[in-house]
T-cell receptor
């Protein structure tokens, strides 16, 4: 079945450091890919998305490129801030009628220190 | 525009009871899905409704059920609650797969 694997955390960084969170997936067909962010005590917020191969999603300085050849969707940010401390989830939405069944990775906690 | 609204935010129930959680999606969104989030199992898909029909279902026991009304509002019900049902239950709605899902703030269920 479909699955998402992302790097374990916590990832601890200093402010202004470069952030990368690796995400790989297994799926049939052509899924859509997403990154969500969750702050303490809150639901999930959509950070960025990509719906086909080679698409680059970007938002708030974060970027991720849909790489079908390596089945990856790594999240990057060039200069993190303390406010980026949160848990980040990589997710896929299968193609076809199963698109409503999001499959999530385990989540990666990111801690940014001043 | 209004987001996805889940009620109640917090709930404490006793083992063996049943509970109903409510979700109001973004206006115009016909797909509503439910997820259970726990520290041990992470985010797990419960079920998805589209135009009042259950379109997809996760691997949860029959104690977990849901429904969607003609105005797209959705409810999920858990009967015969167990301690292990303590979790954050998240509802999400979507217009289409390309747009992704918008999540509510969740209902924190504690079973004692």
């Amino acid at each position: 079945g479909d699955s998402v694997t992302q790097m374990e955390g916590p990832v601890t960084l200093s402010e202004e450091a470069f952030l990368t969170i690796n995400c790989t997936y297994t799926a049939t067909g052509y899924p859509s890919l997403f990154w969500y962010v969750q702050y303490p005590g809150e639901g999930l917020q959509l950070l960025l998305k990509a719906t086909k191969a080679d698409d680059k999603g970007s938002n708030k300085g974060f970027e991720a490129t849909y790489r079908k050849e390596t089945t990856s969707f790594h999240l990057e940010k060039g200069s993190v801030q303390v406010s980026d401390s949160a848990v980040y989830f990589c997710a896929l939405s299968p193609s076809g009628d199963s698109w409503g069944k999001l499959q999530f990775g385990a989540g990666t906690q990111v801690v940014v220190t001043p | 525009k209004a987001g996805v609204t889940q009620t109640p935010r917090y709930l404490i129930k006793t083992r063996g009871q049943q509970v109903t959680l409510s979700c109001s999606p973004i206006s115009g969104h016909r797909s509503v899905s439910w997820y259970q989030q726990t520290p041990g199992q992470g985010l797990q898909f419960l079920f998805e409704y589209f135009s009042e029909t259950q379109r997809n279902k996760g691997n949860f026991p029959g104690r977990f059920s849901g429904r969607q009304f003609s105005n797209s509002r959705s409810e999920m019900n858990v009967s015969t609650l167990e301690l292990g049902d303590s979790a954050l239950y998240l509802c999400a709605s979507s217009l289409s797969s390309e747009w992704g899902y918008t999540f509510g703030s969740g209902t924190r269920l504690t079973v004692v």
